[in-house]
């Protein structure tokens, strides 16, 4: 099994005495052997850590440090969402509590279960050879998941409540547009007929399902043999929406070896994605659209928005790094990253027009 924990990063760390105070005040039954406390390494944005308490696990999810955009980084919101989809897609980890006594990790937080298996992100693990065929059959279990998320019987969970289906993907393209406006930095070109495309084709029709939204193969957990998907993760941004604006996002995240330098590179080593035998984004629609059903004659809107929305992302994160309000060094050459999903973004839109 990978370690997929380091030590604390500096300036991460959590009031451990608090901490342990209040999980021996909230949680039933844990072991007197005392709190070991680890950081997950990867992600640009919320901060997670394990917990440990002899046989006892779980993990604590925050906010990023600093300043963040309205209604982003919603703890409650994110637990309350797993605790709707847990029941009926169980590779969504089970809630367990959540806390809004900022003393303890410097903000609001949940606590969830921890689950084991291997998360792959720029390689495979040591021993596991990267074949045509296990590439392939990883690729497969990513798309059919997604799938079956969206085959989910949305008004039985409840989180209609928090969501707002009718007009979803009219409200996301404005509202994207909004937050990158918000957190621009530079003048980039292509933004400009980039979004008149996206105001000018918002679909008439839209279907709707439960979607996870920020669906890609480092948020994902397989068992040991790659053949199943054991964890998804990243709620956060989670509702009730058009099920092809979560393709488009998923698709957005999915680099062929055939695309540009920065769009591969952009945020470190390129993704595994990229590797022979995966899906090419052309496969990965038609697996989809075999797998739910649904149409997809127009997934090239949604290719273009995910495109614009991973940008914007990224573009709050340099806007706070722009800002001091994070020094994390990773976070210095997001601009040329944005830039480069922006120009790709206009590409697609141009050659679907």
């Not at 039954?29 to 950081?39: G, N, R, S």
């Not at 989809?85 to 921890?114: K, T």
């Not at 984004?281 to 075999?290: D, L, P, T, V």
């Not at 706070?320 to 020094?327: A, D, I, L, P, V």
Request: net charge negative; aromatic share 10%.
């Amino acid at each position: 099994m990978v370690d997929d924990t380091i030590p604390v990063r500096p300036g991460e760390e959590l009031n451990l005495d608090a901490l342990v105070d209040f999980l021996r005040k909230n949680v039933l039954d844990l072991p007197k052997e005392p709190l070991e406390l680890q950081q997950f390494s990867t992600g640009y944005s919320n901060l997670t850590y394990q917990l440990k308490m002899g046989e006892w696990e779980a993990v604590l999810r925050r906010p990023p440090l600093g300043p963040v955009a309205p209604k982003a980084h919603d703890m409650k919101r994110e637990h309350h969402i797993l605790s709707r989809i847990n029941p009926y897609f169980h590779a969504a980890p089970e809630p367990i509590l959540y806390s809004d006594d900022e003393s303890i990790a410097g903000a609001p937080f949940f606590l969830m279960e921890r689950k084991h298996g291997i998360v792959i992100d720029t390689e495979f693990p040591a021993g596991i050879e990267p074949t045509f065929e296990r590439c392939r059959q990883l690729s497969n279990v990513l798309v059919n998941r997604l799938a079956d998320l969206h085959s989910i019987p949305h008004e039985k969970t409840g989180l209609a409540e928090i969501s707002k289906p009718e007009g979803f993907i009219e409200r996301q393209v404005y509202g994207w547009i909004s937050r990158y406006e918000r957190a621009k930095t530079d003048e980039i070109k292509e933004v400009a007929p980039l979004i008149n495309y996206l105001k000018q084709n918002i679909p008439k029709y839209s279907q709707t399902s439960i979607i996870h939204y920020d669906y890609k193969i480092n948020n994902a957990m397989f068992n040991q043999d790659l053949t199943e998907m054991v964890g998804l993760f990243d709620w956060e941004m989670s509702t009730v929406g058009d099920p092809l604006a979560d393709l488009g996002v998923a698709l957005s995240y999915w680099t062929e070896s055939g695309d540009p330098e920065l769009i591969k590179f952009g945020l470190g080593q390129a993704s595994i994605t990229t590797l022979n035998g995966f899906l090419t984004r052309k496969e990965f629609i038609e697996s989809y659209a075999a797998r739910s059903g649904r149409d997809v004659s127009n997934v090239d809107f949604y290719l273009t928005f995910g495109y614009f929305k991973l940008a914007v992302i990224l573009q709050q994160i340099y806007y706070r790094y722009k800002k001091g309000q994070t020094s994390d060094p990773r976070f210095s050459k997001l601009g040329k990253t944005v830039k480069s999903l922006l120009t790709h973004a206009a590409n697609v839109a141009v050659e679907e027009v």
